[in-house]
């Protein structure tokens, strides 16, 4: 036991006391032999020791609401870092498709203006020149829906099971022939691939992109280099990229050892009409587009650059997907439109350029075309006839 004693000079100080009571035969206390011991240092040591311990406690529970407060604080930050990045790529994406548009709009209504004042003036001779101009620009604003649809996984794929290393090989000197004498071209086929699903025209696409880019890090020659192989994407891959299912992949990958890119032009590389070139000299859609591609083929796609050593952009299809039937292409729709015979057709069209070039075609193949702008009218119109 411990006990609180005063000394003859006055002060307290603290005893432990440890011994035992001796007693008589009739059970009456005789003497305490036993031990005190100053423990006042002790003493002072443990109340220290337990302050301490009460202050460190204090200071882990307002630590961890430090911690908990920084943390929300850090998330805010990156919620408000990924909502400006975000702000900031579709004013990128609005930004070129309103310049883009502008310029085929442009040539397209400047080309139309151009026949009025011909015909009226009767001079009919350069017609042609003009609709081709017109043409042209209206084809190149179908491509460029076609390259912003493959950023967004909608376009329309004519999905294919062919071996991907025949595909490559197939590919060899028109690649050759993009990248010039002065640079050297090497290919690594990993033999026995198995087959993919995907679409032939868009890989064929993508791989020309690739090497184009590839040859423009490089205005000084290089290598560049196409490989081929079966890659297992696990699943803590799939982890770290939200988009990948995990599973067996054939992957082609396209390298160079050119410029290479800074982290923050790596971190844009796929946003859509993100482009180092000069103006003139890219679209920007590329890279967004064999982003788009892989995706909707249920790939994946990844940039490795380092500046100064070089980029490597690897594309992956999985193996053994379903078999599809593929889509009828524009062209051979078109080719099976039926001649009319007199015949009545009611369709409904609320765009009314649309609405009129679709009826003067259904006349043009014989038929006797009624319009509607939207589904009550035509239901009105549909009684009356």
Known sequence: HQYRVRRVDGKYY?????????HAADGTPLRFPGVLLDVEERRALQEERDRNAAALRALNETLEQRVEERSKELQASQEQLRQSQKMEAIGQLTGGIAHDFNNLLATITSSLELMNRRIAAGKTGDLARYITMASTAAQSSAALIQRLLAFSRKQTLDLQSFEVNGLVAHMEDMLRRSIGENIQFEMALQPGLPAVRSDRNQLENALLNLAINARDAMPEGGVIKVKTSTRELDAGYAAMHPDVVPGQYVMVSVSDNGTGMS???????????????????????????????????????????????????????????APLVPSATLEQSLALSPQGRGETILFVEDE???????????????????????????????AQL
């Open 263 to 321: 982290p923050e032009t790596l971190a844009k590389a796929f946003d859509p009409f993100f482009t180092t070139k000069p103006i003139g000299q890219g679209t920007g859609l590329g890279l967004s587009m064999i982003y788009g591609f892989a995706r909707q083929t249920g790939g994946h796609a990844s940039i490795h650059s380092v500046v100064g050593e070089g980029t490597t952009v690897n594309i992956y299809l999985p193996c053994n997907l």
């Open 352 to 382: 009314a350029g649309v609405r009129q070039v679709l009826a003067e075609i259904l006349d043009e193949l014989g038929y006797n075309t009624h319009e509607a702008v939207d589904a009550p009218s035509a239901l009105t119109l549909q």
């Open 14 to 22: 603290w005893i432990e006391a440890n011994g035992r009571v001796d």
